[in-house]
Nanobody
């Protein structure tokens, strides 16, 4: 499966940004999808994940600021980020997990939060 992430860019602290991840097949075929991020010099870290039945898990650092939505018709998930902070600066990766446990990753999109 191919995952195409888009929507990254530069934003000032306190601003908002929306990322999208388009899958090459129906997102209903996945057990869940979500986002990870990797800041310079740091390990890739979990951001949030939504299961096929709609349960969402958030990293503590983004809870209340980030949300995720699914568009089954467009085979797309979106990450809405608000109240962005400089520490949110990272490359954001879309992630999908199949029902057999197979894992797929998108190519990453850069988000930069600075004044």
């Amino acid at each position: 499966v191919q995952l195409q992430a888009s929507g990254g860019g530069w934003v000032q602290p306190g601003g908002s940004l929306r990322l999208s991840c388009a899958a090459s097949r129906s997102i209903s075929s996945f057990a869940g999808m979500g986002w990870y991020r990797q800041a310079p010099g740091k390990k890739r870290e979990f951001v949030l994940f939504v299961t096929a039945d709609g349960n969402i898990n958030y990293a503590a650092s983004v809870k209340g600021r980030f949300s995720i939505s699914r568009d089954n018709a467009k085979n797309t998930i979106s990450l809405q980020m608000t109240s962005l902070k400089p520490e949110d600066t990272a490359v954001y990766y879309c992630h999908a997990v199949g029902y057999s446990g197979e894992s797929s990753w998108g190519q990453g999109t850069q988000v930069t939060v600075s004044s």
